[in-house]
């Protein structure tokens, strides 16, 4: 296993996704409370969760994905702690990834976003 700057390089330990570096990948994420008082995995069910900075704008994303804003004080604390704007969360509730900048949440995105299925010619 092999770490740069305190995170580990997932493509090396084979956890997490893609090769991104992250701390947290393959730990069981929190379960904030939300600011209407609702717990994260009530508010996405079973599927992939990307809780996120607020203050970031995130575009569209796969159906199997839920965008949580970080709108309470400790779901923002949980990011602070990740030292990053957003976290996503597998459908198990483990961390697959984190992003600190748009560069890494558009490559988490792509990563976590099933490819379409290819169709044979006839």
């Given at each position: ?57 995130v575009g ?5 994905i839920a ?30 990834g984190i ?24």
């Amino acid at each position: 296993m092999r770490s740069i700057s305190g995170h580990v390089l997932l493509r090396e330990t084979g956890e997490g996704i893609g090769g991104l570096l992250v701390s947290a990948a393959a730990t069981i994420g929190e379960q904030p409370t939300l600011a209407d008082g609702a717990r994260l995995d009530d508010r996405v069910g079973y599927r992939h969760a990307l809780l996120v900075d607020p203050a970031w704008e995130v575009g569209r994303t796969h159906e199997r994905i839920a965008v949580v804003p970080a709108d309470s004080t400790m779901a923002r604390d949980w990011l602070k702690r990740l030292d990053a704007r957003a976290v996503l969360l597998r459908p198990d509730r483990y961390v697959a990834g984190i992003a600190r900048d748009r560069d890494e949440l558009a490559r988490l995105l792509r990563l976590a976003t099933p490819a379409p299925i290819a169709r044979a010619r006839a």
